[in-house]
């Protein structure tokens, strides 16, 4: 296990001041000359699509990621409230005040629910009480990723920490070198097979979950420019899985594919977004940071389709969804684009506050949550 220490305190100090201008670097683009989101047109509705459900959970201020366990969703506000919604009908199944403001979440496997506080404690739900939290010695903003009975954390100081998903027991740790500069946005970690995946800076990992050794990396982008802003390569989530084989981003620089199997780089192409990507067995998708979605063959990365109809609408990443590709903006709208050609199929509404995470998709309801707090269940007709 690399034992490496941390970096000098006066250093890392540099990391939250950082990180803030590189959320507002991704998310607008620097102002009077802060280019005119698209205006929108209007659509006739050749996917069929009703709201079916909205709940609250409070304003959302972190980089939210939503999870889906089987028929259940998971998600939560900025305030604490943590809850595990049915999917179908959005009814609460359980919901918890935490009373902490909240910097990174939800993981969840269904039965464990984990977030990370702004206090950075790791705090671990279950059936709708607490059961333990454990302190980081860093911030956080990747959800806690759980499976195995474990809840792993990625901190922004680039460790990987595991802890027992019953007792909140730390198992180990796993220290890789730091860079100055982290995003303020969700990275990557999931399972395949028995490895951990985990974005490391412009790399991809895989990780023994038993002791947190590392049994692969593969480079996704390498730092390049004169200065720590333009250095930062970041992989950012979601990223798009089929079988073994993993497509990620890195951040405004590059989209790859990875055999997780054997840690081996299939292919990386140069692509300028800053949230993460989706995909089929065919195709990727992903929305640049001037808010073009582009389709990228699976196989070679090559390009598919591109459309410039929603530009500079602060789009979030994408979600395939049918035959669609569902992705929200800034002004709360759901755009249902098609696979095929990227051309526009409908436009859900929702509160008018910005999308404030991927889509995801549980059973055949897509769901949303807005940055006031909205969540919204839709239906296809």
């Known amino acids: 296990m690399n034992s490496e220490r941390f970096r000098p305190l006066a250093h890392m100090l540099r990391a939250p001041a950082a990180i803030i201008l590189i959320a507002s670097v991704a998310g607008c683009f620097g102002g009077a000359s802060k280019p005119k989101p698209a205006e929108l047109q209007p659509v006739t509705a050749l996917v069929s ?5 909205n709940v609250s959970v409070g304003k959302v201020d972190f980089p939210l990621q939503v999870t889906v366990a089987g028929s259940s969703v998971a998600l939560a506000g900025s305030d604490g409230t943590v809850a595990l919604l ?34 950075n404690d790791v705090v671990a739900v279950q059936d709708g009480r607490e059961i333990w939290r454990q302190k980081l010695t860093a911030q956080a903003f990747t959800a806690p990723f759980v499976a195995g009975g474990r809840v792993f ?3 922004a100081d680039r460790s990987v920490n595991a802890f027992d998903g019953q007792t909140g027991r730390k198992l180990w740790t796993q220290q890789r070198p730091t860079e100055p500069l982290v995003l303020n946005q969700s990275g990557v970690m999931l399972a395949v097979g028995d490895t951990l995946v985990v974005g ?19 480079p996704i982008a390498s730092p390049r420019g004169i200065n720590d802003v333009e250095r930062l390569v970041d992989l950012v989530g979601p990223v798009s899985r089929e079988g073994d084989i993993v497509c990620t981003r890195a951040f405004q620089a590059s989209i790859g594919c990875v055999n997780a199997a054997r840690g081996s780089l299939l292919w990386t192409k140069p692509a300028n977004g800053v949230h993460g990507i989706a995909g089929d067995d065919r195709l990727l998708f992903g929305t640049e940071a001037d808010g073009t979605v582009v389709a990228w063959r699976r196989a070679d990365g090559e390009r598919v389709w591109s459309t410039d109809r929603l530009r500079y609408r602060n789009l979030t990443a994408p979600l395939v969804a049918g035959r669609s590709v ?18 526009l199929l409908n436009r859900l509404p929702t509160d008018g506050s910005a999308i404030a995470a991927a889509p995801v998709l549980v059973g055949n309801s897509l769901i949303v949550v807005t940055r006031n707090g909205g969540v919204y269940g839709f239906q296809p007709e």
Do not use: Y
């Open 49 to 53: 699509a009703r709201q079916s459900w």
């Open 86 to 119: 049915d999917g179908q009908t959005g009814r609460d199944i359980w919901r918890i005040a935490l009373k902490a403001p909240i910097a990174a979440g939800v993981g969840s496997d269904g039965k464990i629910a984990a977030v990370v506080t702004r206090d």
């Open 153 to 155: 954390v990625l901190a």
């Open 200 to 218: 490391l800076a412009g790399r991809l990992a895989g990780l023994n979950p038993a002791n947190g050794s590392i049994r692969w990396e593969v």
């Open 326 to 343: 569902a992705v929200g903006d800034l002004s709360g709208f759901v755009h249902l684009l098609s696979r095929d050609d990227g051309s």
